[in-house]
């Protein structure tokens, strides 16, 4: 591996560790050449995903973007570092096992909010706010409107 600080080749490996949902081999590095240290994580790849957006140009999947999105959605909310990690790591599982390597952005769009809705309400409705690009203050109160009418629903018919 190359050393991301002096960019040699050869660096050495120190120390190897599952991390605690066991998906993931923290590695931590050494460069010979610059005495520098750092650390590298190491994922199962099932099959390489290609995203198709709305306008149907294709991209690679890239993990790290969603899971930047959902950090945004997330940030100053009360949801711990682990809980996001081991729900974008289900939702890649997921698209790799699907069998089909080309999803729609959709797709992925939808399985983030699904969990989002479960895992924090506040963070549900921003990410919904840019996924379904709302341009007004009434596409908040409308989806809002959707998100308490529905849980009235449940409420009512499990009474």
Known sequence: MRCPLCGAEGTQVKDSRPTEDDTVIRRRRFCPACNGRFTTFERVQLRELTVVKRNGRKAPFDRDKLLRSVQIALR??????????RMISGIVRELESSGESEIRAEEIG??????????????????????????????????????????????DAGA
């Open 76 to 85: 100053k909310r009360p949801v711990e570092e682990d809980h996001i990690d």
């Open 110 to 155: 939808n399985r983030v909010m699904e969990r989002l809705k479960t895992l924090d309400d506040v963070a549900y409705v921003r990410f919904a706010s840019v996924y379904r690009d709302f341009r007004e203050p009434k596409d908040f109160g409308e989806f809002i409107d959707e998100l308490t009418g529905a849980d009235t629903e449940e409420t």
